[in-house]
């Protein structure tokens, strides 16, 4: 079946395969894709696949038990069901059926592209991965770029149009669609565009740019906004505040040796968070002897504050303040700045002064390589004092860059909505379409958007669901997922990606370029035809030069030259006085974007769901989090359900305990509780947009807290129950040992800190069997590199098959992912000290899963690998038992039984199914060892390092985990296994892991006055 | 029942006379009555109906739960990551722990020459098999896959694969069905002449024609004597190491792993120590009530179940005593690892569980070093019940403390039973019970043709051995100084 | 009842009834004296000293029992290690494919099984059962041969049986009543 | 036969004794027989081999393949280099079939797909269950043959399954390759004989170009 299913999906409905397919496959895909014959096979091939894995081995056996009892009569007729082989009638040209293909194409989130290159298996896109070529990318990709590829198989999706008119429901063609274009475009010509709006998510698609400009000469009159929950809008005022006009920073963390970050989630919650990663871990490994050093002040905890060698927790209110009294420390300790840029905010000795003058001496010692980051949900002026402490250092050009901003004239996203919210509400607005997405969910609250969309006459939805907003309009449109779409978007720093299918629509939705250009009278040309016509324009369009864009994935030198704007010290003073200082108090709501569902856009996609906030590790939820002593003084624990409110409107959301978070602050993350989200996301945490206003849309001011004395089980991935004090004691006691660490100095001075001696005296009470491969297989993880963003996670989600289980399975601690990412709090609760550790199977070479199985289900390879045989298990959970790193997963129930249909083509094929009762972990992805072994002796060569990347290392933004050959001394991966830092994580039980940590470096300043940057 | 009439009192010591193992004028033929009448009563009375009624559907019960448990998958248990084993396991230990009193009354004592066994074994052993059947089942359930169990077995197939002989589960797969067989045969060969008193008392023909198969035609030939006791010692001598086999190698299931806790070398003594204590608790619970109610207080003595009282005494402070050594160990080791484990079955989360499992093992069982706890059914009956309440606990806490916290802190963990796991364990008694009710209801509940054999109506007193009846399986021509006499 | 059989069938043999195991045990020794073979002795318990009253061989079921018990022993050995190290060895914790520590439990278990077999069916066997039909059961008294009598028989094919002789030697040794019994 | 002490009670017959010879029979041969039935009737050999089903086109490899001597790779492309040896295109059967036997009626499913571009639902014969990953390319770099696995298909009217696919079939090759091996370049040459000792032969070979086959689980179990 998954064989037979390859064949029958993969041959009869061979997909896009890019161009040289040309479009005829394409169709024959939709018809297919429509046929009851290919839903019908579907049907019947996957079944099996569901209900259990080894479906031949169950049948067999009981075969064998049939055959016994029929013994004389006719056995040869025992046989399982039929399998059909569906060949293609026409074979694309080169293309050998159950081989994988890649395909690069670009995927866009809030107007910034990121490269992507996509494995399609038999036309069915499986999995995606970073795009090295993509500035922004670099090899790696985020989390929800990788679970594009579950949101593209969603059956929740919406999958034809929706006409909704006095109550009842119709299901339009796009034809219905296209005529009513024509007749409204026509309308409009007459009135110029009067009392038509368009509202689109932000994008950085040059199609889309262009016909919107065309748009707006043919309806002067008519009103583009743009809006999107989560922008960067605020930074884009600030600067143009600063330097006059709108730029856009780049940040260059390669050259720099202080990072001073105002909740800046520069390595997480950043468009090129992944290239800043990658440079950031390149930096800390301290290969060169020295390694920068990062200060960041936030509210909540963050990624890049665990990262960070000084955090101060601050609320997010108190950031100008803080800005401004390092703006005094530095022009105290020497720095020319124009007086009113800095201030004494906080008492002197108090911690913020403190935290102020150790950055400001670091900067003065890095000037051009210091950099002062803010991060978006600060206000303007906070920005603006930034960039000229930048400019001030000298950083501008070294560490932070400033590029054009593609549309210097664009309203910002809550103007945007605010004017067009009034314009409906004066009736000036008849004819309102939406292109992309939810506004009537997640506009601000007192805009009440919702009723105004509902009262407009004529309203058009372009989605990807039939969400919250196309419930309220009279039109809805299915959207192509960017994976089946052509199109074509910019990164952060302007590069152009073209967007390719890797499949026709499988609802037959259509692409937001698509649906302006039926207003436009053009809806002849395809969405294809759109985006070669604006490359022919932009990038002269040779079939060349296209085909390279393809196949790279970029437009060569299409990014944006570095402007050098003249920065404004009056304006940049004016905003710092705007700065309140000492700021007002109160209880202060932080709204943030989820780490995984980011504004909610991602509710419906389990993978997502599942996969647990870097910091809390709670997953399927969003809550109130509150620092230890709110927690005591609003006499709340963890679950309790506490209610929210300000500005009239109320919340209820469960408390979360997080350590590190600062006093007087709730922080709540958006993008839960969706109403219309679909099966997946219903139920799922509460929605935070009621508390969320235009005038303050990320840190509300005054926030009541109070218990309504009911509770919730919150999902959380680790501590699956609040840890007594003895638990949390020995915790403490674990981490030093588990997590090794030494500041920069400490290293320098011994650089084997970190090697464990205890262990290395003991000796096998048996004499061990040495392993005769060819290969031996091993990995390191570098712990200063990792910054615990949870990327390799979904990677290896997306690889390995591995179900998702829900909420109630999590909370009882039944979760699949092969590879965790274990957080540890070390320190005084109030400020914390976070540590990450990605734990796979540490592949141990006396495993101590393996001598306890009695069937042999676990065994070792030749190579070193600790094989886990699914088909041979029968579930006893020993092995997991006697695992001192709980690295095993069982299938507690056939996880896999609710799956749709069109889900399960997102089945990676290499990859056995598992079913019910079956022991699972990580295997090093032996399908990648597999394939890359044979392909190298099929070519009749040696396998060279970095032949294999399993996922996790693949798409890790930092590369802190490397694989490869222990027994070639000149892998990468023999080379950390030798490092000073090297060394496995419970050694003292003799398992000799495989898996190796290096050890963590930190680079804290040497305590006031010798305070040093590396350099 | 409170205190024992005076005349049924064989437990005081008068020096130079030995204590009668069967009071009151019992002779051959009184005896066979007393026990056959048991079995041959026309129609059980109401309250054996209402046990077997309420046991009965308790075992649907149970078949309910597997079924549901089958159909589903083991997700409807509490068992998670980390603590990947529960109830099942406890309850296969506890059960097996239960299926040792049996084997070794009749093995142990009967090679050591302690005649009051002869009263007891029967019904011991019988509850020891139904216990070890009990036992049986939970390992057989447990695993994710059960319909490929037959993988455990060495069986030759088509993928040329062989079971792990290096794993402990495998020696446990051989430990209990060698120990269930075993103890099987025993069982029943020690009742084929009974089975032959029944048969020849049967009126009906169905009870002779049942009967009469089951006691395979024995006719009390004096040479089939002869081979038989030969057969009985030797099975006694065979059972024997068996019995302590058994417990130890279910202990490698937790000491040959590496969990804190679990990986100890004490555990395989620890282990036969608290199944001989369970078991014998268990055989008291049931003794007391039906030696009441089947009026055998005159076979089943007060001195019988001073004796029981006496080695639960000892059994017990044994356990006692290993809980605090393991203490010691983890404290002496210096093991990090396993001092917190122990730290935190003391004052963890699962504290209570440690202290009832302490108090019922190693604190309530103290009481029997007073005579009138021993002596007095009542009292005994409770102090065994606590015995088994405790001994279950015993194994919660091993079990689920341990792996609820082992190495690394981050997959910490916690279990709770769900009502699945609840209803499976209560099943499993009603299983047990209606078993034993049947036992009672057919099958002859004293070993009559032992019991005979040490009344003095069995007039042994003439010839070398006066004065206490027939040695089974005595080898001839070697008697014991003290009866010289 | 009668205590006399009437001329119809072959005869089997005598059967002697006796109220107490010395009797019994008296009787017993003088049959054999008398230089009986195919004479028996059926009693409700097992009697000490019967063996020699009767002149019973010791019997040899504990070498069966010895010999089942090296074959379960090298039976499990050679199972373990034929499996585990010789067939399909794999890797488990690096561990050698066979370790006698290891191998011990199914050894051992092995062992008591096999041996235990030997004894209970070998028992069985020696002892010819399971015999459902033997013409004693023919005998209403006989009945009591499993509850509080004693009795002893004497074949009609044993060479120095003779239906008088014989029965004044039963009757002589205390045997009453004494009965006729039929094949 | 009665006696006057006549029992008032059931005594089995005589012949009841027969159970001992019964049972001592039944104990010895019940087992054995059992064996035979599960070890024969289990086998893969009972169950799979010979399976032989009509597939929607009656496709003569015999013709083909024998008597025509076509290569195995003319139609299964994909075999050098993929794990699959892919079923080929309609367009591959039509390259000839537009002339010859144009229009045989035998052909007709052919042309139909040909012209409707859905495909000929074959039905699959050599099918290893989902958890066994076989690869064919790097059986036939290793120099096995097609013929050591699928038989003499060059002789086969109707494609049948010839040996067991089991995994121990698999191990046994595995385990000593050497009888199985010949030259890459010979691997389609259905009648192909080793010159001289064939185990001798594929030693050569084998230690020639360094082939190891592993018997890790995770070769074919991922």
């Known amino acids: 079946m998954r064989q037979g299913l390859d064949r029958s999906m993969g041959e009869g409905s061979r997909g896009s395969g890019g161009l040289s397919l040309g479009k005829r496959y394409w169709r024959s895909l939709e018809e297919l894709a429509a046929s009851p014959a290919f839903r019908e096979r579907i049907q019947q091939e996957f079944p099996e696949l569901a209900e259990e894995l080894v479906a031949p081995a169950t049948r067999r056996s009981i075969l064998k038990v049939m055959a016994a009892s029929l013994a004389l009569a006719g056995l040869t007729a025992c046989r399982w069901p039929k399998e059909r082989i569906m060949p293609f009638a026409y074979r694309p040209e080169g293309y050998v059926p159950g081989v994988p293909q890649h395909f690069a194409t670009a995927l866009e989130l809030g107007g910034a592209a990121l490269g992507v290159l996509v494995k399609s298996y038999d036309g069915r896109p499986i999995k995606v991965e970073g795009n090295p070529a993509?500035?922004?990318?670099?090899?790696?990709?985020?989390?929800?770029?990788?679970?594009?590829?579950?949101?593209?198989?969603?059956?929740?999706?919406?999958?034809?149009?929706?006409?909704?008119?006095?109550?009842?429901?119709?299901?339009?063609?796009?034809?219905?669609?296209?005529?009513?274009?024509?007749?409204?475009?026509?309308?409009?010509?007459?009135?110029?565009?009067?009392?038509?709006?368009?509202?689109?998510?932000?994008?950085?698609?040059?199609?889309?740019?262009?016909?919107?400009?065309?748009?707006?000469?043919?309806?002067?009159?008519?009103?583009?906004?743009?809006?999107?929950?989560?922008?960067?809008?605020?930074?884009?005022?600030?600067?143009?505040?600063?330097?006059?006009?709108?730029?856009?920073?780049?940040?260059?963390?390669?050259?720099?040796?202080?990072?001073?970050?105002?909740?800046?989630?520069?390595?997480?919650?950043?468009?090129?968070?992944?290239r800043h990663a990658r440079h950031w871990g390149a930096a800390r490994r301290a290969e060169g002897g020295t390694m920068p050093r990062m200060y960041a002040a936030e509210a909540l905890l963050t990624v890049t504050g665990a990262a960070a060698d000084h955090r101060l927790a601050l609320p997010a209110g108190h950031m100008g303040a803080l800005l401004r009294q390092l703006a005094h420390e530095l022009a105290r300790a020497g720095l020319a700045l124009p007086a009113g840029w800095g201030a004494e905010a906080f008492a002197p000795g108090s911690p913020e002064a403190r935290f102020a003058a150790l950055a400001a001496g670091d900067l003065l010692q890095a000037r051009p390589h210091g950099l002062v980051v803010v991060g978006p949900a600060q206000p303007p002026e906070v920005h603006a004092l930034a960039a000229?402490?930048?400019?001030?250092?000298?950083?501008?050009?070294?560490?932070?860059?400033?590029?054009?901003?593609?549309?210097?004239?664009?309203?910002?996203?809550?103007?945007?909505?605010?004017?067009?919210?009034?314009?409906?509400?004066?009736?000036?607005?008849?004819?309102?379409?939406?292109?992309?997405?939810?506004?009537?969910?997640?506009?601000?609250?007192?805009?009440?958007?919702?009723?105004?969309?509902?009262?407009?006459?004529?309203?058009?939805?372009?989605?990807?669901?039939?969400?919250?907003?196309?419930?309220?309009?009279?039109?809805?449109?299915?959207?192509?997922?960017?994976?089946?779409?052509?199109?074509?978007?910019?990164?952060?720093?302007?590069?152009?990606?073209?967007?390719?299918?890797?499949?026709?629509?499988?609802?037959?939705?259509?692409?937001?370029?698509?649906?302006?250009?039926?207003?436009?009278?053009?809806?002849?040309?395809?969405?294809?035809d759109l985006t070669r016509r604006t490359f022919a324009q932009q990038w002269g369009g040779g079939d060349e030069g296209w085909r390279r864009a393809l196949s790279d994935g970029v437009v060569a030198n299409s990014a944006w030259a570095p402007l050098r704007p003249r920065l404004n010290p009056e304006a940049v003073e004016a905003a710092a006085r705007g700065l309140e200082l000492p700021p007002a108090g109160g209880q202060e709501l932080v709204l943030h974007p989820d780490a995984c569902l980011h504004d909610g856009r991602f509710a419906n996609n389990g993978w997502l769901q599942e996969l647990p906030d870097p910091i809390t590790t709670l997953t399927w939820d969003n809550a109130a989090t509150l620092s230890p002593e709110d927690a005591q003084n609003h006499k709340v624990r963890h679950g309790d359900v506490v209610r929210l409110s300000a500005g009239g409107r109320s919340v209820e959301a469960p408390v979360l305990v997080v350590p590190g978070q600062a006093r007087g602050v709730v922080g709540l993350a958006l993008g839960f509780g969706r109403q219309a989200g679909g099966r997946v996301a219903a139920g799922a945490g509460i929605n935070a947009y009621p508390l969320r206003t235009a005038a303050a849309p990320w840190a509300v001011r005054g926030v009541h807290v109070e218990r309504t004395g009911r509770r919730r089980l919150l999902a959380t991935a680790q501590d699956h129950h609040v840890i007594d004090t003895l638990g949390m004691a020995e915790r403490g006691r674990r981490v030093g040992s588990l997590i090794r660490e030494a500041s920069l100095a400490a290293y320098r001075a011994n650089p084997e800190f970190a090697r464990n001696t205890a262990w290395a005296k003991a000796r096998p009470l048996w004499k061990e069997i040495e392993f005769k491969g060819e290969h031996q297989w091993g990995m390191a993880i570098d712990l200063s590199a990792c910054i615990g963003c949870g990327a390799c996670t979904i990677a290896c989600q997306a690889e390995n098959n591995i179900p998702v289980v829900g909420r109630k399975q999590v909370a009882n601690g039944?979760?699949?992912?092969?590879?965790?990412?274990?957080?540890?709090?070390?320190?005084?609760?109030?400020?914390?000290?976070?540590?990450?550790?990605?734990?796979?199977?540490?592949?141990?070479?006396?495993?101590?899963?393996?001598?306890?199985?009695?069937?042999?289900?676990?065994?070792?390879?030749?190579?070193?690998?600790?094989?886990?045989?699914?088909?041979?298990?029968?579930?006893?959970?020993?092995?997991?038992?006697?695992?001192?790193?709980?690295?095993?997963?069982?299938?507690?129930?056939?996880?896999?039984?609710?799956?749709?249909?069109?889900?399960?083509?997102?089945?990676?094929?290499?990859?056995?199914?598992?079913?019910?009762?079956?022991?699972?972990?990580?295997?090093?992805?032996?399908?990648?060892?597999?394939?890359?072994?044979?392909?190298?002796?099929?070519?009749?060569?040696?396998?060279?390092?970095?032949?294999?990347?399993?996922?996790?290392?693949?798409?890790?933004?930092?590369?802190?985990?490397?694989?490869?050959?222990?027994?070639?001394?000149?892998?990468?991966?023999?080379?950390?296994?030798?490092?000073?830092?090297?060394?496995?994580?419970?050694?003292?039980?003799?398992?000799?892991p495989r898996t190796l940590y290096l050890a963590k470096l930190t680079n804290p300043a040497a305590p006031a006055g010798e305070g040093e940057a590396s350099s | 029942?409170?205190?024992?009439?005076?005349?049924?009192?064989?437990?005081?010591?008068?020096?130079?006379?030995?204590?009668?193992?069967?009071?009151?004028?019992?002779?051959?033929?009184?005896?066979?009555?007393?026990?056959?009448?048991?079995?041959?009563?026309?129609?059980?009375?109401?309250?054996?109906?209402?046990?077997?009624?309420?046991?009965?559907?308790?075992?649907?019960?149970?078949?309910?739960?597997?079924?549901?448990?089958?159909?589903?998958?083991?997700?409807?248990?509490?068992?998670?990551?980390?603590?990947?084993?529960?109830?099942?396991?406890?309850?296969?230990?506890?059960?097996?722990?239960?299926?040792?009193?049996?084997?070794?009354?009749?093995?142990?004592?009967?090679?050591?020459?302690?005649?009051?066994?002869?009263s007891i074994n029967r019904f011991?052993?019988?509850?020891?098999?139904?216990?070890?059947?009990?036992?049986?089942?939970?390992?057989?359930?447990?695993?994710?896959?059960?319909?490929?169990?037959?993988?455990?077995?060495?069986?030759?197939?088509?993928?040329?694969?062989?079971?792990?002989?290096?794993?402990?589960?495998?020696?446990?797969?051989?430990?209990?069905?060698?120990?269930?067989?075993?103890?099987?045969?025993?069982?029943?060969?020690?009742?084929?002449?009974?089975?032959?008193?029944?048969?020849?008392?049967?009126?009906?023909?169905?009870?002779?024609?049942?009967?009469?198969?089951?006691?395979?035609?024995?006719?009390?030939?004096?040479?089939?004597?002869?081979?038989?006791?030969?057969?009985?010692?030797?099975?006694?001598?065979?059972?024997?190491?068996?019995?302590?086999?058994?417990?130890?190698?279910?202990?490698?299931?937790?000491?040959?792993?590496?969990?804190?806790?679990?990986?100890?070398?004490?555990?395989?003594?620890?282990?036969?120590?608290?199944?001989?204590?369970?078991?014998?608790?268990?055989?008291?619970?049931?003794?007391?009530?039906?030696?009441?109610?089947?009026?055998?207080?005159?076979?089943?003595?007060?001195?019988?179940?001073?004796?029981?009282?006496?080695?639960?005494?000892?059994?017990?402070?044994?356990?006692?005593?290993?809980?605090?050594?393991?203490?010691?160990?983890a404290w002496y080791s210096g093991n990090p690892y396993e001092s917190f484990t122990f730290l935190n079955r003391a004052l963890g989360p699962y504290a209570w569980s440690y202290w009832i499992m302490f108090t019922c093992n190693a604190i309530i069982p103290q009481l029997l070093w007073f005579k009138r706890f021993r002596q007095t059914p009542g009292l005994l009956l409770v102090i065994s019940i606590f015995v088994n309440i405790g001994m279950w606990f015993e194994r919660f806490v091993i079990v689920v403390t341990s792996l609820s916290r082992d190495f690394l802190p981050s997959s910490w963990g916690v279990y709770w039973p769900t009502w699945v796991d609840l209803l499976t364990f209560l099943g499993s008694f009603g299983l047990f019970f209606t078993l034993f009710l049947l036992f009672l209801r057919f099958l002859p509940i004293v070993a009559m043709a032992e019991v005979k054999s040490v009344v003095p109506a069995a007039g042994l007193e003439l010839g070398p051995h006066r004065g206490h009846g027939q040695y089974w399986g005595e080898i001839p021509h070697q008697h014991d100084e003290e009866n010289e006499r | 009842m009668s205590s006399h059989a009437d001329g119809k069938g072959r005869l089997w043999g005598l059967l002697a009834e006796y109220e107490t195991v010395p009797a019994v045990l008296e009787a017993a020794a003088r049959v054999r004296d008398a230089g009986y073979r195919h004479?028996?002795?059926?009693?409700?318990?097992?009697?000490?000293?019967?063996?020699?009253?009767?002149?019973?061989?010791?019997?040899?079921?504990?070498?069966?029992?010895?010999?089942?018990?090296?074959?379960?022993?090298?039976?499990?050995?050679?199972?373990?290690?034929?499996?585990?190290?010789?067939?399909?060895?794999?890797?488990?914790?690096?561990?050698?494919?066979?370790?006698?520590?290891?191998?011990?439990?199914?050894?051992?278990?092995?062992?008591?099984?096999?041996?235990?077999?030997?004894?209970?069916?070998?028992?069985?066997?020696?002892?010819?059962?399971?015999?459902?039909?033997?013409?004693?059961?023919?005998?209403?008294?006989?009945?009591?041969?499993?509850?509080?009598?004693?009795?002893?028989?004497?074949?009609?094919?044993?060479?120095?049986?003779?239906?008088?002789?014989?029965?004044?030697?039963?009757?002589?040794?205390?045997?009453?009543?004494?009965?006729?019994?039929?094949? | 036969m009665k006696?006057?002490?006549?029992?008032?009670?059931?005594?089995?017959?005589?012949?009841?004794?027969?159970?001992?010879?019964?049972?001592?029979?039944?104990?010895?041969?019940?087992?054995?027989?059992?064996?035979?039935?599960?070890?024969?009737?289990?086998?893969?050999?009972?169950?799979?081999?010979?399976?032989?089903?009509?597939?929607?086109?009656?496709?003569?490899?015999?013709?083909?393949?024998?008597?025509?001597?076509?290569?195995?790779?003319?139609?299964?492309?994909?075999?050098?280099?993929?794990?699959?040896?892919?079923?080929?295109?309609?367009?591959t059967c039509m390259n000839c079939h537009k002339q010859v036997r144009a229009n045989s009626p035998r052909l007709l499913p052919v042309r139909e797909s040909y012209a409707s571009g859905l495909p000929i639902p074959w039905v699959k014969v050599h099918d290893l269950p989902d958890y066994a990953y076989f690869n064919h390319s790097a059986h036939l770099r290793a120099g096995v043959g097609c013929a050591s696995c699928h038989g003499r298909v060059d002789t086969m009217e109707v494609v049948q399954q010839v040996h067991t696919l089991s995994m121990g079939w698999c191990l046994d090759c595995h385990r000593n390759p050497d009888p199985h091996l010949r030259p890459p370049e010979l691997v389609t040459v259905m009648d192909w004989v080793a010159p001289g000792d064939p185990a001798e032969h594929g030693r050569r070979l084998r230690e020639a170009a360094g082939i190891k086959p592993s018997v890790d689980c995770w070769t074919c179990h991922r």
């Not at chain 1, 499949?503 to 009278?521: D, F, K």
């Not at chain 1, 000073?980 to 003292?988: H, K, N, Q, V, W």
């Not at chain 2, 390992?139 to 069986?155: D, K, M, N, T």
């Not at chain 4, 086109?57 to 050098?80: I, K, N, W």
Request: glycine share 8%; net charge neutral; hydrophobic share 45%.
């Open chain 2, 124 to 329: 011991a052993e019988a509850m020891t098999i139904f216990a070890v059947i009990c036992a049986g089942l939970f390992p057989a359930i447990h695993v994710g896959r059960p319909w490929f169990e037959y993988w455990l077995a060495p069986l030759p197939n088509q993928m040329q694969m062989w079971p792990n002989f290096r794993s402990p589960l495998l020696w446990d797969v051989f430990a209990v069905s060698t120990y269930f067989t075993v103890s099987l045969m025993f069982w029943y060969m020690g009742m084929v002449p009974d089975l032959a008193t029944l048969r020849d008392r049967a009126r009906s023909k169905i009870r002779q024609i049942a009967y009469g198969i089951a006691a395979l035609g024995w006719r009390g030939s004096g040479r089939h004597w002869h081979r038989y006791e030969r057969a009985y010692l030797l099975l006694a001598a065979l059972a024997t190491p068996l019995v302590l086999s058994v417990h130890s190698v279910v202990s490698f299931d937790f000491a040959v792993s590496q969990l804190p806790g679990w990986h100890a070398t004490i555990f395989p003594p620890y282990f036969v120590a608290g199944a001989i204590f369970s078991g014998f608790a268990m055989v008291l619970t049931l003794l007391i009530p039906v030696r009441r109610i089947f009026r055998l207080e005159s076979l089943i003595t007060p001195r019988h179940l001073d004796n029981m009282a006496k080695i639960i005494l000892a059994t017990g402070s044994m356990v006692g005593y290993s809980y605090i050594i393991e203490f010691f160990i």
């Open chain 1, 134 to 274: 993509h500035p922004s990318s670099l090899g790696a990709a985020t989390a929800w770029a990788q679970a594009a590829v579950l949101e593209m198989y969603d059956p929740e999706r919406s999958t034809t149009l929706v006409r909704r008119e006095g109550g009842q429901r119709r299901v339009p063609t796009w034809d219905d669609f296209l005529a009513l274009a024509t007749e409204h475009a026509a309308s409009l010509q007459a009135s110029g565009g009067a009392g038509f709006a368009v509202l689109a998510e932000a994008t950085s698609s040059p199609t889309v740019l262009a016909l919107k400009n065309r748009l707006e000469e043919q309806f002067p009159r008519g009103l583009w906004v743009e809006y999107e929950p989560v922008s960067r809008d605020f930074e884009r005022t600030g600067l143009a505040q600063a330097f006059g006009g709108p730029v856009r920073p780049r940040l260059h963390l390669e050259r720099a040796q202080v990072i001073v970050g105002l909740e800046s989630d520069l390595l997480f919650g950043h468009p090129e968070g992944l």
């Open chain 2, 1 to 118: 029942m409170s205190a024992v009439p005076l005349d049924l009192d064989n437990t005081l010591e008068r020096p130079g006379e030995r204590a009668p193992l069967v009071l009151g004028k019992s002779d051959l033929a009184s005896i066979t009555e007393q026990v056959c009448e048991i079995a041959e009563r026309p129609r059980p009375s109401r309250e054996w109906w209402l046990a077997f009624g309420t046991s009965a559907s308790l075992t649907l019960v149970l078949f309910a739960m597997l079924g549901y448990l089958f159909w589903t998958g083991l997700g409807v248990w509490g068992i998670n990551q980390p603590v990947a084993w529960g109830f099942a396991i406890i309850n296969f230990v506890f059960w097996v722990g239960i299926g040792h009193a049996g084997t070794l009354i009749s093995a142990i004592l009967f090679l050591f020459r302690q005649k009051w066994r002869t």
């Open chain 4, 3 to 91: 006696s006057v002490d006549e029992p008032g009670r059931f005594v089995f017959p005589a012949w009841a004794n027969l159970i001992r010879p019964a049972l001592a029979i039944v104990l010895v041969t019940l087992p054995a027989y059992l064996v035979v039935l599960v070890w024969l009737g289990g086998s893969p050999k009972t169950t799979d081999v010979g399976y032989r089903p009509e597939q929607p086109v009656p496709f003569s490899h015999a013709l083909h393949a024998g008597q025509l001597g076509m290569d195995c790779r003319y139609c299964h492309t994909t075999v050098e280099r993929a794990a699959f040896a892919a079923i080929p295109p309609t367009q």
């Open chain 1, 814 to 992: 039944r979760e699949m992912h092969w590879i965790r990412v274990d957080r540890y709090f070390a320190g005084d609760p109030a400020d914390p000290e976070v540590r990450f550790q990605p734990m796979p199977c540490q592949h141990c070479e006396n495993a101590p899963c393996e001598s306890v199985c009695p069937v042999a289900a676990t065994v070792h390879s030749e190579e070193g690998l600790n094989q886990m045989v699914y088909n041979r298990c029968v579930g006893t959970r020993y092995c997991s038992n006697n695992c001192p790193y709980k690295v095993r997963r069982f299938n507690f129930f056939n996880n896999f039984k609710g799956v749709s249909p069109t889900t399960r083509m997102a089945f990676n094929p290499e990859v056995t199914v598992r079913g019910r009762g079956v022991m699972e972990k990580c295997t090093f992805c032996i399908q990648r060892i597999e394939t890359a072994r044979i392909a190298a002796k099929n070519e009749r060569r040696p396998l060279r390092d970095g032949d294999i990347v399993p996922a996790c290392a693949q798409t890790c933004p930092t590369r802190a985990i490397v694989f490869g050959d222990l027994k070639d001394p000149d892998s990468e991966v023999s080379r950390l296994h030798r490092h000073p830092r090297a060394y496995g994580i419970l050694e003292e039980l003799f398992t000799r």
């Open chain 3, 39 to 183: 004479f028996d002795v059926h009693t409700p318990i097992p009697i000490h000293g019967l063996d020699e009253a009767m002149g019973i061989r010791v019997s040899r079921l504990p070498w069966l029992v010895a010999g089942c018990g090296a074959a379960g022993a090298s039976a499990g050995l050679l199972l373990q290690w034929w499996t585990n190290a010789v067939d399909y060895p794999f890797i488990i914790s690096a561990k050698p494919y066979f370790g006698l520590p290891a191998a011990i439990p199914v050894t051992f278990e092995l062992t008591v099984l096999l041996a235990a077999i030997g004894a209970f069916v070998g028992m069985l066997v020696a002892n010819g059962l399971p015999q459902f039909f033997h013409p004693l059961f023919r005998v209403e008294r006989f009945r009591r041969a499993s509850n509080d009598r004693f009795f002893i028989s004497i074949e009609a094919r044993d060479p120095r049986f003779d239906p008088r002789t014989t029965r004044t030697l039963l009757e002589s040794s205390g045997g009453k009543p004494v009965l006729e019994v039929e094949g």
């Open chain 1, 388 to 528: 000229g402490l930048n400019e001030a250092l000298g950083a501008v050009g070294t560490t932070v860059s400033y590029l054009p901003d593609p549309e210097p004239g664009r309203r910002s996203h809550l103007d945007g909505i605010a004017r067009l919210a009034a314009a409906l509400a004066e009736g000036t607005v008849q004819a309102l379409w939406i292109l992309g997405g939810n506004p009537a969910w997640d506009a601000p609250a007192e805009l009440d958007f919702a009723r105004l969309l509902a009262a407009c006459p004529q309203t058009v939805h372009l989605s990807l669901y039939d969400n919250e907003t196309s419930q309220l309009c009279r039109w809805h449109l299915p959207r192509a997922h960017p994976l089946e779409s052509w199109g074509d978007a910019r990164a952060w720093d302007g590069t152009v990606s073209v967007v390719q299918p890797l499949i026709e629509p499988l609802y037959g939705g259509r692409t937001l370029a698509e649906v302006l250009a039926a207003l436009l009278g053009e809806a002849a040309l395809s969405a294809h």
